[in-house]
């Protein structure tokens, strides 16, 4: 067996409690031959056990120093044992822990696979709605298609109507025309049958005739108002009618309007300006509306209607009196 450094400190610890056993170990390891030797090896003898007692202080120190290093050996393992109490205790918990979040994703993932699942149905829901949308679309598109046509064609037909309704139009003015100018020759014509009733010997006169007396009295602008008059009548009052000349300032239309009566007072006033005691009159076969009939009566405008006459009194009362004041 082989002599280690612990049986060393061992053997120094057994001398250095029991000194008496010195003596027993030198002569142990001191043979008779070399107790014969000469003094002076006796005194390098003593200054060996000299050696030997430093030696046994060193190994002392060291013992001690061995005991202190156990101390604190054992310290550090008790403080290790410690530290791997704390430590498997920390474990334990982070072990629960990771117990804890293994289960929480454990429902996580069944969760998410659920809404994948989920997801899944909605996708398939989707391609279906998308093939739909589409099929709407491609419909839409077919239908636009054919509005656009509907369109063209519609425009078409507005193109062609806005002519037909701009040549009817031009028709209507033109046939409006023709029956005002038909009208104003059969007034014309028949002045004495048409204003018989109102005026004695009633003939028509044209504005040339009495230009001259027109042109001392009336402004250049003036006369260019009077000079599109439809008719001028002459004729005299009626001895209950105190006697008198009197003149006819008639607009004619197939249907009078507003325009017609305004004209008709417009002009009439020209003639009384210039001398000539004159009375507004409108002539057609109607009215555009009941408006008319209370313009008429209220500008004291006497009227003729296929035939019928009315206001004829209060519009003659009204030129008189005015000439009178």
């Known amino acids: 067996m082989a002599f280690t450094v612990n049986d ?3 053997l120094t610890r057994l001398l250095l409690e029991r000194p008496e056993w010195l003596s027993e170990v030198r002569r142990i390891v001191l043979t008779d031959e070399l107790l014969a030797l000469p003094r002076e090896l006796a005194e390098a003898q003593r200054r060996t056990d000299e050696h030997f007692a430093e030696l046994a202080d060193s190994i002392r120190q060291l013992a001690e120093a061995q005991q202190r290093t156990d101390k604190r050996l054992s310290e550090f393992e008790r403080r290790t044992d410690e530290r791997f109490a704390e430590l498997a205790e920390r474990l334990d918990q982070l072990t ?8 929480r994703v454990d429902q996580l993932t069944q969760r998410l696979d659920q809404l994948t699942a989920r997801v899944d149905q909605l996708t398939q829901r989707l391609d279906q709605l998308t093939a739909r949308v589409d099929q709407l679309t491609q419909r839409l598109d077919q239908l636009t298609a054919r509005v656009d046509q509907l369109t063209q064609r519609l425009d078409r037909l507005t193109e062609v109507t806005q002519q037909l309704t701009t040549s009817v139009r031009t028709l209507e003015n033109q046939m409006a025309a023709v029956r005002g100018r038909m009208l104003e020759t059969e007034y014309r014509d028949k002045a004495a049958s048409f204003f018989g009733l109102w005026v004695r010997k009633p003939r028509v006169v044209s504005i040339s005739d009495i230009w001259d007396d027109l042109e001392d009295r009336l402004s250049r602008q003036e006369l260019e108002q009077l000079l599109p008059l439809d008719l001028l009548v002459r004729g005299q009052l009626s001895r209950q009618q ?3 000349e009197i003149w006819l300032a008639v607009e004619i239309s197939s249907v009078i309007d507003t325009r017609d009566v305004e004209r008709a007072v417009e002009r009439a006033a020209l003639l009384r300006k210039a001398g000539f005691r004159a009375v507004p009159v409108v002539a057609g076969h109607g009215i555009a509306n009941d408006a008319i009939a ?5 500008q004291h405008v006497a009227a003729l209607m296929n035939g019928l006459n009315a206001g004829w009194e209060a519009a003659l009362q009204r030129v008189v009196s005015e000439l009178e004041s």
């Open 8 to 10: 060393l400190q061992d």
């Open 96 to 103: 629960a822990r990771v117990d804890q979040l293994t289960a």
């Open 294 to 298: 209370d313009q008429i009566a209220q």
């Open 242 to 244: 105190s006697r008198g």
